[in-house]
């Protein structure tokens, strides 16, 4: 049977590990290169690699960090952040990822998205969404020029529940464009996975959205990793039984060692969960 | 020396420091002589069906993976590198293959598959799962069965010849997950992404001699 997937995820700045606390206040958490091989020792399964580098010029960074770190891990490698245009995506492929994560560009023109997915394969194409609960409109959006064709993609202000909305440039730009109609449309154009970021539950490990991830995940039929919250091995249990995630995504509990992969694992077996022990 | 097919499709470099890992030197090459003077070889591949054998073709590489499987040496095909050696594949239409074993590629999405508790499957089959090995494979010596490797498609192949499937994993369905015929060895799972065991399974297969 297919196993849940945990998935540790270093943010990346500057050729460190960091994390900080809803998109803000980073703290070093060390070496991205000595980091993964350690999750490859305990047994992770998949990594993934955010680069939260300000700037374009830095690219180079992060192609050297998953260049090195290709070399020392034998599972599935996703790396994310910045992500432009197709050549960015074949570099980022050749330095040795298995999938690439687009976010504010996929917003910017979709059809990248369908373009990459065609290029490249589906298997590596996943689209990361950051979403945040729409209470009232207090940002003011950056709504897309392709939004005039796709208005119903866009949050009304009067849906009925919960709505989320997607945000861009690392979590600093809001667009009115509906989270979940979103992850519907990307799988259209072509995405082979939805990596679903919560933004008001990341770095809080208060738990994930599960609200969020559920109408995502039974919204599409692409696998769907949860992120965004996870502070204790309940948060993880909940994520893929009331938040229906594929895979669950987690950063400080992992690099901080509060708790270890395998112990993660051990839990989410006694507790029903079909998992991979090593 | 293993020669691992270069055709511009998928991370061959994942291949080859697979090998290296378990101490087998490996070549990632599109050279047809080299090809067909390695001890043996790997067809690697993801991404679609077609557009792989398009460049299979554009690399002028079809004869050369015919005449190397025909050669007897050992082949072992992953992911499209497993597909590719069927007759045909539904993907887009329907789209020839190298039809080195008979049988068709299908998809998984017109199965409309069900998980245990009655929710729809996800497509790609994305993770890790078991694989069931036939006894006495000679690729999973020290590989317990039923472990866990790594998948990453959404088309499976269909062997007309059934004494052709070396394992079978369940996805809402048992698929065929690898085939053995002769000097073939083919897997739809990464073995090079797959961490310890897979590492197994090309080390048994860098042992292999024709």
């Known amino acids: 049977m297919l196993i849940k997937r945990i ?34 020792k305990e047994g992770a399964d998949e990594l993934t690699f955010l680069d939260i580098t300000a700037s374009h010029e830095n690219r180079n960074i992060i192609l050297d960090v998953v260049a090195r770190t290709a070399e020392k891990v034998f599972m599935p490698l996703t790396v994310g952040g910045g992500v432009r245009d197709l050549d960015d995506i074949r570099n980022l492929l050749k330095a040795g990822a298995d999938k690439v994560a687009i976010n504010s560009a996929a917003v910017k023109n979709p059809e990248f998205v369908q373009k990459a997915a065609e290029r490249f394969g589906s298997q590596c194409i996943v689209v990361a969404i950051d979403a945040k609960q729409r209470k009232s409109s207090t940002d003011t959006p950056s709504i897309p020029s392709w939004a005039d064709e796709h208005p119903d993609l866009l949050l009304t202000g009067n849906d009925a529940g919960p709505t989320w909305e997607v945000y861009i440039h690392g979590g600093r730009k809001a667009t009115n464009i509906d989270a979940v109609k979103w992850a519907k449309q ?11 970021t919560s933004m008001d539950r990341d770095g809080t490990k208060s738990g994930y959205d599960l609200d969020l991830n559920r109408s995502v995940s039974q919204s599409v039929t692409i696998p ?18 009331d938040g229906k995630a594929d895979a669950v995504l987690a950063a400080s509990i992992f690099h901080f060692k509060e708790f270890t992969i395998d112990g993660t694992k051990h839990y989410l077996k006694e507790k029903g969960v079909c998992i991979r022990l090593t | 020396m293993i020669a691992i097919i270069d055709y511009g499709m998928g991370n061959l470099r994942s291949v080859q420091k697979g090998f290296e890992a378990v101490g087998a030197d490996a070549i990632i090459t599109s050279d047809s002589q080299k090809i067909l003077s390695a001890k043996s070889i790997v067809l690697p591949g993801v991404g679609a069906f077609k557009a792989c054998m398009d460049n299979l073709d554009r690399f002028g590489l079809i004869d050369t993976v015919q005449k190397s499987i025909q050669s007897g040496r050992p082949f072992l095909g992953i992911c499209l590198g497993l597909q590719l050696l069927f007759s045909q594949a539904e993907e887009f239409g329907s789209v020839s293959g190298l039809d080195i074993l008979k049988g068709k590629v299908v998809g998984f999405k017109d199965a409309k598959l069900k998980s245990d508790t009655g929710e729809p499957l996800k497509i790609p089959h994305m993770g890790w799962n078991n694989v069931e090995v036939k006894p006495s494979h000679p690729l999973f010596d020290s590989v317990p069965n039923r472990s866990y490797f790594y998948f990453v498609h959404s088309y499976y192949v269909v062997p007309e010849d059934k004494t052709t499937v070396a394992t079978t994993t369940n996805y809402g369905i048992d698929f065929v997950s690898g085939v053995h015929h002769e000097n073939i060895h083919a897997f739809q799972f990464h073995p090079e992404k797959s961490q310890r065991l897979g590492l197994a399974v090309l080390r048994n297969f860098s042992r292999l001699s024709s």
């Open chain 1, 186 to 196: 990307m799988q259209t154009y072509g995405a082979g996975e939805i990596l679903l």
């Open chain 1, 7 to 40: 998935i540790p995820c270093l943010d990346v700045k500057d050729g460190r590990v960091v994390k900080g606390v809803n998109f803000v206040n980073l703290r070093d958490a060390g070496d991205p290169v000595e980091i993964a091989e350690a999750y490859e």
């Open chain 1, 224 to 241: 769907v990793i949860a992120s965004g919250g996870a502070g204790t091995l309940e948060h993880l249990y909940k994520g893929i039984t």
